[in-house]
Protein backbone atom coordinates (compact mmCIF):
# COMPACT_ATOMS: atom_id res chain seq x y z
CA UNK A 1 0.00 0.00 0.00
CA UNK A 2 1.35 3.11 -0.89
CA UNK A 3 1.78 6.39 1.60
CA UNK A 4 -0.64 8.34 0.13
CA UNK A 5 -3.29 5.29 0.38
CA UNK A 6 -2.34 4.58 3.85
CA UNK A 7 -3.06 8.27 4.80
CA UNK A 8 -6.53 8.24 2.81
CA UNK A 9 -7.71 5.03 4.92
CA UNK A 10 -6.47 6.39 8.28
CA UNK A 11 -8.70 9.25 7.31
CA UNK A 12 -11.36 7.49 6.46
CA UNK A 13 -11.34 5.45 9.63
CA UNK A 14 -11.19 8.78 12.07
CA UNK A 15 -13.61 10.49 9.91
CA UNK A 16 -17.04 10.35 11.56
CA UNK A 17 -20.02 10.44 8.76
CA UNK A 18 -22.34 9.67 10.95
CA UNK A 19 -22.01 12.32 14.30
CA UNK A 20 -24.64 10.45 16.20
CA UNK A 21 -23.97 6.74 15.70
CA UNK A 22 -20.58 7.85 15.51
CA UNK A 23 -20.24 5.98 12.37
CA UNK A 24 -16.66 6.42 10.01
CA UNK A 25 -15.76 7.12 6.50
CA UNK A 26 -14.27 3.58 6.07
CA UNK A 27 -17.77 2.00 7.46
CA UNK A 28 -20.05 4.02 4.61
CA UNK A 29 -16.79 3.04 1.88
CA UNK A 30 -17.11 -0.49 3.14
CA UNK A 31 -21.11 -0.43 2.94
CA UNK A 32 -21.20 0.96 -0.26
CA UNK A 33 -18.39 -1.27 -2.16
CA UNK A 34 -19.99 -4.71 -0.53
CA UNK A 35 -23.20 -3.31 -3.00
CA UNK A 36 -25.04 -0.45 -0.90
CA UNK A 37 -25.72 1.42 -3.76
CA UNK A 38 -28.70 3.52 -2.43
CA UNK A 39 -28.85 5.76 0.74
CA UNK A 40 -31.19 3.62 2.31
CA UNK A 41 -29.00 0.68 1.36
CA UNK A 42 -25.89 2.40 3.41
CA UNK A 43 -28.38 3.60 6.26
CA UNK A 44 -29.80 -0.26 6.42
CA UNK A 45 -26.26 -1.61 6.44
CA UNK A 46 -24.24 0.81 8.99
CA UNK A 47 -26.91 2.16 11.25
CA UNK A 48 -26.52 5.79 9.74
CA UNK A 49 -29.25 7.87 9.78
CA UNK A 50 -31.11 6.27 13.21
CA UNK A 51 -29.73 8.79 15.46
CA UNK A 52 -30.87 11.87 16.97
CA UNK A 53 -30.40 14.06 13.89
CA UNK A 54 -32.59 11.66 12.02
CA UNK A 55 -29.82 11.77 9.23
CA UNK A 56 -30.01 15.79 8.66
CA UNK A 57 -26.42 15.86 8.80
CA UNK A 58 -25.51 12.56 7.91
CA UNK A 59 -27.44 12.44 4.84
CA UNK A 60 -25.49 14.64 2.47
CA UNK A 61 -22.21 13.17 3.07
CA UNK A 62 -23.27 9.53 2.21
CA UNK A 63 -25.15 10.89 -0.83
CA UNK A 64 -21.87 12.81 -1.72
CA UNK A 65 -20.10 9.21 -1.18
CA UNK A 66 -22.27 7.60 -3.19
CA UNK A 67 -21.91 10.11 -6.25
CA UNK A 68 -18.00 9.62 -6.05
CA UNK A 69 -18.79 5.50 -5.83
CA UNK A 70 -20.88 6.23 -9.33
CA UNK A 71 -18.27 8.30 -10.68
CA UNK A 72 -15.48 5.97 -9.84
CA UNK A 73 -13.24 8.86 -8.15
CA UNK A 74 -13.82 6.40 -4.46
CA UNK A 75 -10.52 4.82 -3.32
CA UNK A 76 -11.89 1.17 -2.97
CA UNK A 77 -9.27 0.43 0.22
S1 LIG B 1 -25.40 12.19 12.05
FE1 LIG B 1 -26.23 10.34 11.33
S2 LIG B 1 -28.13 10.20 12.38
FE2 LIG B 1 -27.28 12.06 13.07
Known sequence: MEKEELNQ???DKLTKVCLCKGISRATM?????????????VQ???GAGSGSCH??????????????AK???MKLE
Open 29 to 41: KKAIIGGADTLEK
Open 55 to 68: GNRCTPKIEELLRA
Open 9 to 11: LVL
Open 71 to 73: ENQ
Open 44 to 46: KAT
